[in-house]
Nanobody, 127 residues
Framework: QVQLVESGGGLVQAGGSLRLSCAASGRTFSMFGMGWFRQAPGKEREFVAA????????RYADSVKGRFTISRDNAKNTVYLQMNSLKPEDTAAYYC????????????????????WGQGTQVTVSS
């Protein structure tokens, strides 16, 4: 399994930007698609963005499309989430996760498809 540690969260004003990082341990990072999810208090965890194991394909939730960008650096075992034009409704704990299947040809977005999860990093956007 891949161990994941998120960083980069914080407090930002509406319209601002943050970049989240997710560092993975283990030499198998490049074999797995990666995803970012978020969970606000009292709400279910929801899909934000995902990237294929090669980095050639990405997918976004409609709510963040055009504002967030997911990327990965397999040499650094790290996946990133660049968040621009942040809104108060983006406030949540953000989690990165690794696909349960290596070398998957499609991008998955359901939480049950992901086997490894980080501890989360809090993002708070003030109005």
């Amino acid at each position: 399994q891949v161990q994941l540690v998120e960083s980069g969260g914080g407090l930002v004003q509406a319209g601002g930007s943050l970049r989240l990082s997710c560092a993975a341990s283990g030499r198998t990072f490049s074999m797995f698609g990666m995803g970012w999810f978020r969970q606000a208090p009292g709400k279910e965890r929801e899909f934000v963005a995902a990237i294929s194991w090669s980095g050639s394909s990405t997918r976004y939730a409609d709510s963040v499309k055009g504002r967030f960008t997911i990327s990965r650096d397999n040499a650094k075992n790290t996946v990133y989430l660049q968040m621009n034009s942040l809104k108060p409704e983006d406030t949540a704990a953000y989690y990165c996760a690794a696909d349960s299947r290596a070398w998957r040809n499609t991008i998955v977005v359901d939480t049950f498809e992901f086997a490894s999860w980080g501890q989360g990093t809090q993002v708070t956007v003030s109005s």
